[in-house]
């Protein structure tokens, strides 16, 4: 049985009743909403997280594998946590490389009769839908898609497609727009309207 009394002479600290807060005050770099602090004429102070003084520093500490922040005294409770020094590494920016075919280059491009190519192999190949997302690594529902031209494939499933069934999926566009070789800029909407028409 407990002696009567102050109930706060007999409780734990952590039993105790928090001191009163504006959660709106600081920002949560402690990353505890304790940490946060009273505020008193528009001036916030930090808590400890474990014995809620206020202090003008707290430190980064592990206690039993939780992180709190806390004041010097309980610190000694835990290890402190170092924050690692981060640096920012930027690249320098790299021009884009935009390819433009000329007269006498070409380039592949998807057949536009890829779902029935696609479907007439794996059925002379004997194989089922299953069988065919199996062997490619791929769901059935992307070989469903695809057989129904409902999704075009990306160059690498095309590359997977032609692979397994021994199927030529792209075929070569001749360029024909000329350029001449000291114009190198890069193309327009203005260009791409000019070109449809």
Not at 86 to 93: E, I
Request: glycine fraction near 8%.
């Amino acid at each position: 049985m407990r002696p009567r009394g102050n109930a706060f002479s007999t409780a734990p600290f952590w039993m105790l009743p928090l001191p009163p807060m504006s959660l709106d005050a600081a920002s949560t770099k402690g990353g505890s909403w304790l940490s946060l602090g009273r505020t008193l004429g528009g001036i916030s102070s930090p808590v400890c997280e474990m014995c809620g003084a206020e202090r003008p520093r707290l430190k980064n500490v592990n206690v039993e594998g939780t992180q709190l922040m806390l004041c010097e005294r309980c610190a000694r409770f835990g290890v402190e946590v170092k924050r690692p020094e981060t640096r920012r590494v930027t690249k320098p920016a790299q021009p884009r490389k935009i390819i433009t075919p000329s007269l006498g280059e070409s380039e592949y491009d998807l057949a536009l009769d890829f779902p029935e190519r696609i479907r007439k192999a794996r059925e002379s190949s004997g194989w089922k839908r299953e069988d065919l997302a199996k062997r490619i690594n791929e769901k059935l529902s992307v070989i469903e898609k695809l057989e129904k031209g409902k999704m075009r494939p990306s160059d690498q499933l095309v590359a997977k497609l032609e692979k397994a069934l021994k199927v030529k999926l792209r075929e070569r566009i001749e360029g024909t727009e000329t350029r001449k070789k000291e114009e190198r800029r890069p193309l327009t909407l203005g260009d791409l309207i000019r070109r449809q028409e």
